[in-house]
């Protein structure tokens, strides 16, 4: 089916203020030093993205003004301005301080979306310290991989996430404290032996801070991001991030000084801090975060609530939206809404024509990955959107569609998706795995592992993964990691892990197990290995379905030939098999 172009001249149907003369100005020889003004930097030098996010409002006529609107799964609500996140975050990089944290050392978050969880992350950044979130819904294998490979110095817990956690502690011999927040008493049980109570320490902390001076280019957040091979790597980036999340915060969300903003992704994931913290809040806009996941009816009551204007999700949050059906929006007011964005997967046409339809909106979809820390491509309020298109690159981005020898394809030709390296928000290394980093860039070219093509008029069409890596509902999953949990199960032999199509998650995790002798396949078994896995990762990681097989496909040199699995599975040619080995 053939979707119509949404043409700029509708734009005021959607109620968008694009700020198109600044589009206009910027493309036009821009580059990104232009911009550099319009961030403060530290005084005395320097920069420091907590600066940016909050000091330099607490400073400004935007102190009082509320950064975080806070509600809770239980209905709580709490609001914090500007000048007390200042406050808060000063003490908190007091507490690390007096911790021994210095500039550098990984400090790692695992909790749930509460105030306390932004208040920590920023008081790293004061500290000079390096942030690493982690995504709440992890087992404790992911964990501890996480911290172990970064080396982390303080790790900052709730309660019920450290007891899920409890056992892994004491094989890391570099975490030297354990902080847990008690957010609103919600846990009546003592703190572990050892463990630092967070409230008792921001109590007799001082609430002013000096920040510790740090350069564009100094270490700021690392998220752990999976490749094929081996476990997930941490991607680190620098301070600099800051300036292209300000830009593209006003570029592609169209962020304007009166907007109620709401991004919709976890923390532990980059959107939830360069689209969750750093971009509305360099632009000092307002911002509601809801702690829990997602259910429909509480989603349209967030935004008719809190009257949110514009609103960044993911594409599988769209279709479960869809499929809850249209009642529902009708019954609450979202007229508040005036821009909407996606990222994370490939936006069906069906979800922008649904977005036209039930809430008058279209929505606009944008590519970037953990790796380019920022929206790098985009259908911004400026253009035309293309439905099922990621859009152009923005401003100061060079992409292209290359071949294997960095040579451009034409218009229409499928190839890898690249990025002329350095942009301001690059990641700046895979934390000790620096080989790993260089392999990423080949001539001339960062190579984003996204497969894509061009049209005519410069928008970008994604295609697939260039590699086996697996796309869940916007969360990338290596298989190797998923295989490495199976084959830790005692009846499980060898395991191989696809990404297998679903129409509301994009892909689910299927494993392909053959097992060791004496154990027979049946379902009580499977269910036995599901449940040995969920607990090991997390639910949205684990496979959704386990196929036992004999034994699995391999090359010659005993490497699991997941293309092939994926061919047999979706019914496909098998490709070249030369280098199967044979049985
Ligand atoms: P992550 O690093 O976990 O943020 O995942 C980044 C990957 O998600 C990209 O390399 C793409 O494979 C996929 N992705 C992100 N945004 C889009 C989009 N708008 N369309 C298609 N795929 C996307």
């Known amino acids: 089916m053939d979707y119509p172009v949404i043409t700029k001249p509708k734009l005021d149907e959607f109620r968008v203020r694009p700020n198109l003369e600044e589009y206009h100005r910027s493309v036009q020889g821009f580059t990104w030093e232009q911009l550099r003004g319009e961030l403060d930097g ?169 920040i510790v001076k740090t350069t564009e280019d100094d270490f700021s957040i690392m998220h752990y991001t999976s490749g094929t091979t081996g476990k997930p790597k941490g991607a680190v980036h620098a301070h600099k ?43 000092g806009v307002s911002q509601v975060v809801y702690e829990g996941g997602f259910r429909a009816s509480t989603w349209y009551h967030i935004i008719q609530k809190y009257r949110v204007t514009v609103w960044y999700t993911a594409p599988t949050a769209i279709r479960m939206l869809m499929r809850a059906g249209d009642e529902i929006p009708k019954r609450y007011d979202l007229t508040s809404l005036r821009y909407m964005c996606s990222v994370g997967e490939p936006l069906n046409p069906e979800a922008i024509m649904w977005g036209l339809r039930t809430i008058k909106l279209p929505f606009h979809d944008n590519w970037w990955q953990t790796e380019t820390g920022a929206i790098l491509i985009a259908n911004y309020p400026a253009m035309d959107i293309r439905p099922g298109s990621m859009g152009r690159p923005i401003p100061g981005i060079e992409a292209a569609v290359v071949d294997e020898k960095g040579k451009q394809a034409k218009p229409g030709q499928e190839g890898d998706l690249a990025i002329r390296p350095g942009w301001p928000s690059m990641f700046r290394t895979y934390w000790h795995n620096q080989e790993m980093y260089d392999s990423k860039f080949k001539n001339g070219w960062y190579i984003t592992g996204d497969r894509a ?85 997390a639910a949205g990681i684990a496979p959704r379905e386990i196929e036992f097989v004999d034994s699995l496909p391999k090359t010659r040199s005993g490497k699991i030939m997941r293309r092939l699995l994926k061919a047999r599975e979706l019914g496909l040619p098998e490709g070249d098999t030369s280098t199967l080995e044979e049985d």
């Open 453 to 537: 093509r061009t049209d005519e008029d410069g928008y970008f069409w994604f295609i697939g993964r260039a590699d086996d890596v697996i796309n869940t509902a916007g969360h990338l999953v290596g298989p190797f990691e998923v295989e490495s949990a199976l084959i830790e199960h005692p009846a499980v032999a060898e395991a191989g892990v696809i990404g297998k199509p679903d129409p509301v998650a994009m892909e689910v995790v299927k494993a392909f197990v053959a097992l060791h002798a004496g154990y027979e396949p049946t379902d009580a078994l499977r269910a036995d290995i599901m449940r040995f896995v969920r607990q090991k990762l």
């Open 241 to 283: 991030a800051a300036l292209q999340h300000m830009a593209t915060g006003r570029w592609v969300l169209d962020l304007h000084d009166d907007d109620m903003y709401w991004c919709t992704a976890d923390p532990g994931w980059v959107t939830g801090t360069s689209y969750g913290m750093s971009a509305p809040w360099t632009n």
């Open 42 to 210: 530290l005084p005395g030098g320097g920069l420091n993205l907590a600066h940016e996010a909050i000091d330099r409002h607490a400073h400004s006529d935007r102190r009082d003004r509320v950064a975080l609107y806070w509600e809770g799964t239980g209905g709580e609500e709490e609001r914090y301005t500007f000048a007390k996140l200042k406050e808060l975050t000063d003490r908190f990089a007091n507490v690390l301080k007096g911790l021994g944290v210095k500039k550098g050392d990984r400090v790692f978050l695992f909790m749930e979306r509460i105030p306390e969880l932004y208040v920590a992350f920023f008081g790293i950044l004061k500290a000079g310290a390096i942030a690493g979130p982690l995504f709440s819904a992890f087992g404790p294998d992911p964990v501890k991989d996480r911290l172990l490979d970064s080396g982390a110095k303080v790790l900052i817990v709730t309660p019920d996430l450290r007891k899920r956690i409890g056992g892994i502690l004491q094989s890391l011999p570099e975490l030297k404290h354990v902080i847990v927040v008690n957010k609103n008493n919600r846990s009546k049980e003592p703190l572990a032996p050892g463990d630092i109570s967070y409230e008792k320490e921001m109590a007799s902390a001082s609430s002013n801070f000096q």
